[in-house]
C-alpha cells in the first residue's frame, strides 16, 4: 500500500525555474473594504493567475489580514504551468446559513480542475460553522437535517499540493479530496469543537495516489474519513482527538457498488476519540474494501481502538441481515498499542453473507484504563502474529 513520495521529481522542477508572476488579491480591491465581500476581488485577480500564459503564477493573500468570501470556486483549466495558492492572511465565511440555503449550495471554497495548483502559506480559513451546527437534526432532533458545506473542496485536481494551513470551525467537513489524483496534504491544522457534529478532518474520496501526513486534527466527527473509489491512500503522522478516529467508509449505503483499496495508514496517534481505526460498511452493499494496513498506532483513552463493522445499517430502521454486503478482505494491524477507554478493545462483527477474510494481526497492546479489555470476532478468518493483548475469539 504505497502511496506517492512526498517528493516527487515534479516538485523538485516546480520550485527551481524563473520566479513566477505574482497577482495579489489587494491589487484587485481585496482586503480594502473593511469587513465587506471580498469575492468579486478574489474571482478577479483568480482569472489572472490562472491565465498567465506559460508561466507559473502565484495568486497571494497577504498576510495579517481578513477577508470575508462567500461561496466561491477557483476554476481551471488554467493556461499557468502552475498555481501556487500563497494563503498567509486570513479567510472568514460568512455566518448567516441562508448565503448556502437561498442557493443550495454545499461548499465554502472549492478549487476545481486544476493541475498543478500548490495551496500552503501558513493562512488560516474560518468557517464560522456555529450556526449550523447549533441548527443540526443531530444536536437538536426536531431539526430538518440539511447537509451543510465543505470549507475547502477539491474537485478534479491533479498534481496537488495542499500544505500548512489552518482550517477551523468548518460548517460541516473542513477538506474534502474528490475525483483527484496525485495529491499530497501535509501539516494541516483543523480544529472545531469535539461537539460540533459532522465536522470531518479530511475526507477522501474517488481519488487515486493521496497522500496526508504530519496534520494535526480535532473536531467533531472522523479525523480522516476515505470512503469509495479511493486508491493508493497513505495517511501518516496523524494527531487525532477529540474526534471518531480514523475512518473507511461507510462504504455500500442504499445498495451501492464501493471499492477502497491500497490504503496505509501508520504513526497515527489516536486521544480520547470515540474510535480508532474503523472499517464500516452497509448490509445489503456491493464491491470491496481490501489491502488495507493500520501500523504504529498508539491509542489513548479511545472508546472503540479497532473497529470492523460490515454489518451497518441505519439505526432508524429495523436492521435485517441481508443477502450481500461490501465484502472486506487483506486487513493487516500490526504494532498498535495503547489504552482503551471501553471493554471492547478490538471488534471485528463481519456479515454472514460476505465474511471478513485475511485479517492478519500483529504486535497488538491495547489495556484498558482500569478495567479489562476483550476482543472478539464474528464471521471473519483472523491470524494473530507475535505478542497479542487482548487476544482475540469468535463471539459466542
Ligand atoms: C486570458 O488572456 C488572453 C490573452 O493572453 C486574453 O485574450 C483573455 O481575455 C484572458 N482571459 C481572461 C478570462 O482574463
Ligand atoms: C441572513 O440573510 C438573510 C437573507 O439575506 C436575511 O433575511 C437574514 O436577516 C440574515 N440573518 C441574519 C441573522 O443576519
Ligand atoms: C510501534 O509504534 C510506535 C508508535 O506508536 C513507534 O514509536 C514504535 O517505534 C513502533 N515499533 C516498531 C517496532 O516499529
Ligand atoms: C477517558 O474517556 C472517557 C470517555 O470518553 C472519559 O469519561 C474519561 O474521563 C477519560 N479518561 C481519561 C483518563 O482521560
Ligand atoms: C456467523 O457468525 C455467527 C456468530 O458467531 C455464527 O453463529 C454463524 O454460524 C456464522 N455464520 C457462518 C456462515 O459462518
Redesign the pocket.
Known amino acids: 500500500a504505497d502511496g506517492p513520495t512526498a517528493e516527487s521529481s515534479d516538485e523538485l522542477r516546480l520550485r527551481s525555474g524563473p520566479p513566477p508572476r505574482v497577482v495579489d488579491v489587494d491589487d484587485y480591491g481585496a482586503g480594502s473594504n473593511g469587513g465587506c465581500d471580498d469575492t468579486e476581488a478574489f474571482l478577479a485577480a483568480w482569472r489572472e493567475a490562472c491565465n498567465s500564459t506559460d508561466y507559473r503564477s502565484m495568486f497571494l493573500v497577504p498576510e495579517g489580514k481578513t477577508y470575508l468570501l462567500m461561496p466561491v470556486t477557483f476554476r481551471g483549466p488554467c493556461r499557468a504551468i502552475s498555481i501556487t495558492a500563497m494563503i498567509k492572511g486570513t479567510l472568514e465565511a460568512p455566518s448567516n446559513r441562508s448565503v448556502w440555503l437561498d442557493r443550495n449550495l454545499q461548499e465554502w471554497i472549492t478549487f476545481e480542475g486544476i493541475d498543478r495548483l500548490h495551496v500552503l502559506g501558513g493562512g488560516t480559513l474560518n468557517g464560522n460553522g456555529q450556526q449550523w451546527w447549533i441548527n443540526s437534526c443531530k444536536l437538536n432532533k426536531p431539526m430538518r437535517c440539511i447537509k451543510g458545506p465543505t470549507a475547502l473542496y477539491f474537485r478534479r485536481c491533479t498534481h496537488l499540493v495542499v500544505e500548512d494551513l489552518q482550517v477551523r470551525d468548518s460548517m460541516q467537513m473542513h477538506v474534502a479530496i474528490s475525483y483527484s489524483w496525485n495529491v499530497l496534504v501535509s501539516k494541516l491544522f483543523i480544529t472545531a469543537p469535539g461537539w460540533s457534529p459532522n465536522t470531518d478532518g479530511i475526507h477522501v474520496s474517488n481519488s487515486k495516489e493521496v497522500s496526508i501526513s504530519d496534520c494535526t486534527i480535532s473536531t467533531g466527527d472522523d479525523c480522516v474519513s476515505i470512503v469509495s473509489g479511493s486508491m493508493f491512500v497513505r495517511v501518516t503522522g496523524i494527531f487525532c482527538g477529540p474526534g471518531h478516529g480514523i475512518s473507511i467508509g461507510s462504504l455500500g449505503a442504499s445498495n451501492s457498488w464501493a471499492h477502497v483499496s491500497d490504503v496505509l495508514v501508520e504513526k497515527a496517534t489516536l486521544q480520547g476519540t470515540t474510535n480508532g481505526v474503523r472499517i464500516k460498511t452497509w448490509q445489503g452493499g456491493h464491491g470491496f474494501a481490501e489491502r488495507i494496513t493500520f501500523q504504529d498506532v498508539s491509542m489513548h483513552n479511545v472508546t472503540n481502538p479497532v473497529i470492523i463493522d460490515q454489518n451497518y445499517c441505519d439505526p432508524r430502521k429495523p436492521c435485517h441481515e441481508q443477502g450481500s454486503g461490501v465484502a472486506v478482505r487483506n486487513i493487516h494491524y500490526r504494532n498498535i498499542s495503547g489504552t482503551s477507554a471501553s471493554k471492547v478493545a478490538i471488534s471485528f462483527i463481519?456479515s454472514?453473507a460476505v465474511?471478513c477474510d485475511g485479517i492478519v494481526m500483529q504486535d497488538i497492546n491495547l489495556v484498558g484504563e482500569g478495567r479489562h479489555t476483550a476482543c472478539s470476532y464474528?464471521?471473519a478468518t483472523v491470524a494473530q502474529l507475535g505478542y497479542i493483548f487482548p487476544f482475540c475469539s469468535?463471539?459466542?
Open positions: 463481519c454472514e465474511h464474528r464471521n469468535v463471539e459466542m
